[in-house]
């Protein structure tokens, strides 16, 4: 890939790059909306595993299309997730002819991390974040005043509730890679970040009430991971930071043991001055 200086285009073939990178997304888009809709009741199947593992084996729709735009969400859905490699490479294409050579190779590790903490924040969403929420919810089934009380969750209505905590916890475990891009662009510092810690706690409550569902475990399962991971955003920048004294001490090991005064054949007694070791 060659470097800025070299790849100087006028405004008229920049967008038709731009269209050229588009279209490649979409395309992968629509034929991953196509596979996914032909495999909608599967994978709808493994979206409610939690609420089964719960106790919840009913759900319901009172809308004669529920149903099917239900299919058509879950396809879109998982067209989304499937889609997301090749949409990033092509904004990276687009992207890194106007960056010079060092800035592609600090920026190009954080996009291959990426879906990496995506797929981890959706796992932890599906494997223990969601199961706790949906206990918590069903466990206001039963007779109140002598009236029973059981939850009857539409198709459209749980599909939701897993889309939103399945997005809402993978862009949520991007906050590391947030912040090591702005710190390694020069727009904040470790030092900052360190002291913005009580400013960090209500962000992340504030953001854990706007992703996760209206109930206090579901917004408590978010904010505990969330802030973590901005002091593991913390700690990996001063370890970044300690490599890179590392190595730039092992490139050039007069700068990290100082000067030192030696003396041999061609410095005299005495540290180099004339007259001997005595005092002068």
């Keep these: 890939m060659k470097d800025i200086d070299d790849t100087k285009q006028p405004l008229l073939e920049h967008l038709i790059e731009l269209r050229r990178r588009l279209l490649w997304s979409l395309v992968t888009l629509v034929l991953c909306f196509f596979v996914c809709f032909y495999f ?15 106790g919840q084996g009913k759900l319901i729709y009172t809308d004669i299309f529920e149903a099917f735009f239900t299919q058509v969400k879950v396809a879109l859905f998982a067209a989304m997730m499937l889609a997301f490699p090749v949409i990033a490479t092509q904004l990276w294409r687009f992207v890194a002819p106007g960056l010079y050579v060092r800035e ?8 291959l991390m990426t879906p990496l903490f995506f797929a981890a924040g959706a796992c932890f969403a599906y494997f223990v974040a969601m199961p706790w929420a949906l206990h918590f919810l069903l466990s206001f089934q039963g007779d109140v005043g002598g009236v029973h009380q059981e939850a009857l969750p539409g198709v459209g209505n749980y599909l ?29 510092t470790r030092e900052q970040l360190a002291r913005s810690r009580r400013y960090a706690i209500v962000g992340s409550a504030a953001v854990a009430a706007v992703l996760t569902p209206p109930d206090v475990v579901s917004m408590l399962m978010l904010l ?19 490599r890179a004294a590392r190595k730039a001490a092992r490139s050039n090991p007069a700068v990290a043991t100082g000067p030192q005064t030696q003396e041999g054949p061609e410095t005299p007694p005495g540290g180099g001055r004339v007259g001997g070791s005595g005092p002068i």
Aim: net charge positive; proline share 6%; no cysteine.
């Design 40 to 54: 909608a009741k599967d994978i709808f199947a493994v979206l409610v595993q939690p609420l089964l593992r719960a």
């Design 104 to 111: 592609k190779k600090a920026f190009l590790p954080f996009l």
């Design 160 to 188: 939701n509730f897993v889309t939103r905590f399945l997005f809402g916890f993978g862009a949520a475990f991007l906050l590391p890679i947030l912040l090591m891009i702005l710190e390694r662009a020069g727009i904040v």
């Design 224 to 242: 505990v991971p969330l802030y973590s991971l901005y002091e593991f955003a913390i700690l990996a920048i001063r370890i970044t930071h300690w």
